[in-house]
């Protein structure tokens, strides 16, 4: 059994079927390492902070920790804090001429919602951009990304971003981004 709990006193459990015997001491490495990796730690960060792990094992033990690594991270997905909210993609079809490749690939990328967290999962109050080979996953080498965090400094709530080519207009996005998080950010912090 796994049991995530968050700092904000969620609680998640889930059952996992592992497919041979583990020793006692298996099972109490494993928890160390994943308590090392994500204490202190936003759930958004969480495919990140525990992908070094599976490494540490032998080929015959790691498709056990990856059923539970994948198991830890969909319920970092599922905490009802780190919700995604995808708008706009088919915007991405009319400026299909501007991508290098196909759009096959980014749109497959931002299905993936631990590719979409760990893209706005760093986000901070000030606009973070990525150009190109920028981009932490291959399939989005051929667009662009600007973010920002909105929240206060001290609790960030959320993130919020824009995905495009790499030939966007980047003082304009930039700028949107910014006044929709702050909007956002005030709306939720005030009710204004």
């Given at each position: 059994?796994?049991?995530?709990?968050?700092?904000?006193?969620?609680?998640?459990?889930?059952?996992?079927?592992?497919?041979?015997?583990?020793?006692?001491?298996?099972l109490?490495?494993?928890?160390?390492?994943?308590?090392?990796a994500?204490m202190?730690?936003?759930?958004p960060?969480?495919?990140?902070?525990?992908?070094?792990?599976?490494?540490?094992?032998?080929?015959?033990?790691r498709?056990?920790?990856?059923?539970?690594?994948?198991s830890?991270?969909?319920?970092?997905?599922?905490?009802?804090?780190?919700?995604?909210?995808?708008?706009?993609t088919?915007?991405?079809?009319?400026?299909q001429?501007?991508?290098?490749?196909?759009?096959?690939?980014?749109?497959?990328?931002?299905?993936e919602?631990?590719?979409?967290?760990?893209?706005?999962?760093?986000?901070?109050?000030?606009?973070?951009?990525?150009?190109?080979n920028?981009?932490s996953?291959?399939?989005?080498?051929?667009?662009?990304?600007?973010?920002?965090?909105?929240?206060?400094?001290?609790?960030?709530?959320?993130?919020?971003?824009?995905i495009?080519?790499?030939?966007?207009?980047?003082?304009?996005?930039?700028?949107?981004?910014?006044?929709?998080?702050?909007?956002?950010?005030?709306?939720?912090?005030?009710?204004?």
């Amino acid at each position: 059994m796994i049991v995530l709990i968050t700092d904000a006193g969620g609680i998640e459990q889930r059952v996992v079927e592992l497919t041979q015997d583990v020793s006692e001491n298996f099972l109490h490495t494993l928890r160390t390492q994943f308590n090392s990796a994500m204490m202190g730690h936003r759930l958004p960060e969480v495919a990140d902070r525990i992908s070094g792990i599976l490494e540490s094992y032998s080929l015959r033990e790691r498709k056990d920790v990856a059923i539970v690594m994948s198991s830890v991270i969909e319920m970092a997905m599922d905490r009802h804090e780190e919700k995604i909210v995808l708008a706009g993609t088919a915007n991405l079809a009319r400026f299909q001429e501007d991508f290098s490749t196909t759009m096959h690939p980014v749109l497959e990328a931002l299905e993936e919602q631990v590719v979409l967290l760990k893209l706005l999962g760093d986000a901070s109050q000030s606009v973070k951009v990525r150009i190109g080979n920028e981009q932490s996953d291959k399939n989005l080498r051929t667009t662009s990304l600007i973010a920002v965090g909105y929240g206060s400094e001290d609790v960030p709530l959320g993130a919020l971003g824009v995905i495009g080519p790499t030939r966007m207009d980047y003082a304009g996005s930039m700028a949107a981004v910014s006044a929709v998080a702050r909007y956002v950010g005030r709306f939720i912090n005030e009710g204004v």
